[in-house]
């Protein structure tokens, strides 16, 4: 039997033991008496799988299999790496740092023995080397933050003859997994962190959360794991447009948190939390609710340091500070008829009906719509794709002259508007002989270029800001391929003046050849249709960090030219497409289904 027969195999004796009480208890189980609901949000992962332990190295063992068993114990359950230490010579053992990083492979690294011809010990023969091999698809950094980073891995492991035994004494930098065990082993969760909006804008969104994903281990009580990850900081993509309300090196007092049976969750810091203001507490309080509800559902958010009670911050407080403020209620979406006119459809409606203003009367024919968080105004593009309108969805408005106006040509025009949770709305010019990004504050004010740094020669195809403002996801098109980036938005002011640019554009859809459409999707989640190479459309779900969603797959569909998807959090609503030309909509547990024929352009606000 293998090793990792032996490392599973470890998980055993718990299931058999908890399967022989439930046999043995069979006769004398109760047949009368009150039922009780339970929770199963307080049940924690590793209660509910069967766990993995790692095999100590084996007496005798050669240097190629010691190197095999020493991966094979980094990929188990046990919460300090214990069984993977034992692999390791007495002077690393300590010193190696598994949380350094995370490399991931799209499987197990190939290992080879290549022995060296210097000796370390006269008696104990040549003084291996083995080399790892494989092909890498991701990193993860210190701050558990994913990457995907495709290449070739070569990494070398040093042994040592230690007390008549083989011991690694240069291990691979932090722990190096397969996709496989990497998708079993970890789950992404989102931290959360105030948006740094920057000078002029006072009062709008200065208590927003932006959700910032990580990685962290499934089964090692993930409630701590990611309140002590939240502490640490944003990770360093987000850190230059997000602050944390906690106090510089703020830490956790106590080794482990816990839900209480009301599911309440009381978090003691040390002393450099003393004595922090109520509003700043509160923020603080915030951050953990909705850091901690990312692995449990939380009613009550208690802050302590020593024995004094800081603030406590309930269930029906906390969206004060959630993203849905800026998010707007996404209740109805939004497309063009078969006569290019703006209509809206709610979820419990079959039909769409026109909305009011000049959008949807009859007039010109429109290419693409926004429309604002709140639903007071929308933004329209000609069909021409060559001026940009502004007006109220009320009876009586008037659109007035056009907002802007490109130069491209039909096939190089404006692309579908897009708005930020702030009022500000964003649009890219194609036009190839002056390709740039856009925003009009307050969606009237006279359009500012946004400079984008990292474009190289491709050029804007698609926009989609999130709601907190400081993020963005743009389609890149260079040559016949189009990619997904986003992009950090940051505000330095000069003079007392926002100074926009985006910057650090990073990939969020690497396997992706060509991108047809974007939308948001939650906090850290894009909706996403495109193509692999050589493979046929899809539309997925796709993390902000480049990772895939661990939402469900999607029923297939293709000859999808748009998607719309709630930005609001924590909502089961519908998807929207355009298909050949018709709108479609994909409900809760059901099937694509039309909605329009000859419809365009489906939106949902932002």
């Not at 240069?170 to 065990?181: C, E, I, K, M, S």
């Not at 559902?297 to 959630?322: H, I, M, Y």
Request: proline residues 7%.
């Amino acid at each position: 039997m293998s090793r990792r027969n032996d490392r599973w195999r470890a998980g055993l004796p718990a299931v058999a033991a908890v399967a022989g009480l439930l046999l043995a208890g069979c006769a004398s189980m109760p047949d009368s008496g009150e039922v009780h609901a339970v929770d199963s949000s307080q049940r924690a992962d590793a209660d509910s799988q069967v766990r993995v332990y790692g095999v100590p190295p084996r007496k005798g063992e050669q240097p190629a299999e010691l190197v095999k068993g020493f991966l094979e114990a980094t990929t188990s359950d046990d919460p300090d790496y214990a069984t993977a230490r034992m692999y390791l010579a007495k002077a690393v053992k300590r010193k190696w740092d598994p949380a350094a990083s995370t490399t991931v492979l799209a499987e197990m690294p190939q290992v080879q023995l290549v022995p060296e011809s210097r000796d370390r010990d006269p008696g104990a023969g040549p003084s291996p080397r083995v080399k790892l091999t494989g092909k890498q698809v991701a990193r993860v950094d210190d701050k558990h933050a994913y990457k995907p980073d495709a290449r070739t891995y070569e990494q070398s492991v040093h042994l040592t003859y230690e007390d008549g035994e083989w011991r690694i004494d240069a291990p691979p930098t932090g722990l190096v997994v397969g996709v496989p065990d990497f998708q079993r082993i970890y789950r992404s969760v989102n931290k959360y962190y105030f948006a740094e909006l920057g000078p002029g804008t006072a009062g709008k969104g200065q208590d927003v959360l932006v959700a910032d994903p990580v990685y962290l281990r499934k089964r090692i009580d993930t409630v701590t794991s990611a309140v002590k990850a939240l502490l640490d900081g944003p990770t360093t993509w987000l850190d230059p447009v997000a602050a944390t309300a906690f106090p510089p090196k703020t830490r956790l007092t106590d080794e482990r948190l816990s839900l209480d049976d009301s599911n309440n969750l009381k978090v003691r810091l040390d002393g450099k939390a003393a004595g922090v203001g109520e509003r700043q507490c509160r923020r603080m309080a915030a951050q953990l609710f909705y850091t901690a509800q990312e692995s449990a559902r939380v009613e009550t958010v208690t802050l302590q340091s020593g024995d004094e009670t800081l603030c406590s911050l309930k269930r029906g407080r906390a969206p004060e500070f959630g993203l849905d403020q800026t998010a707007g209620r996404m209740e109805r979406q939004y497309f063009l008829d078969n006569r290019r006119r703006v209509v809206e459809l709610t979820d419990g409606e079959d039909e769409a009906r026109r909305v009011a203003g000049p959008f949807g009367a009859d007039g010109p024919r429109l290419g693409s719509v926004a429309v604002d968080r709140s639903e007071r105004t929308a933004a329209v593009v000609s069909a021409n794709g060559q001026s940009l309108f502004v007006a109220g969805l009320e009876s009586g408005a008037q659109p007035g002259e056009a907002r802007l106006t490109s130069r491209g040509g039909a096939k190089a025009g404006l692309t579908t508007p897009s708005w930020d949770g702030l009022g500000d709305l964003w649009v890219a010019d194609q036009d190839p002989e002056h390709p740039r990004l856009l925003r009009l504050p307050g969606g009237k004010g006279a359009p500012e270029e946004v400079p984008v740094t990292g474009l190289g020669s491709g050029r804007i195809t698609g926009v989609r800001i999130a709601a907190d403002g400081v993020r963005i996801a743009l389609v890149v098109t260079k040559g016949d391929r189009s990619g997904l980036w986003l992009g950090r938005v940051e505000r330095q002011g000069v003079g007392g003046r926002p100074g926009l640019s985006v910057r650090d554009l990073r990939s969020v859809a690497p396997n992706f050849v060509r991108v047809d459409a974007v939308s948001w999707a939650g906090g850290s989640r894009l909706l996403v249709a495109g193509n692999e190479q050589g493979g046929l459309q899809q539309v997925e779900f796709i993390e902000t960090d480049g990772s895939l969603s661990g939402v469900s797959a999607l029923p297939g569909i293709t000859g999808v030219g748009g998607v719309a998807a709630p930005e609001e959090q924590g909502r089961a609503t519908a998807l929207l497409a355009e298909r050949d030309g018709d709108i479609v909509r994909l409900l809760p547990d059901t099937n694509w289904k039309p909605v329009a024929k000859d419809g365009a352009a489906p939106v949902y606000p932002g």
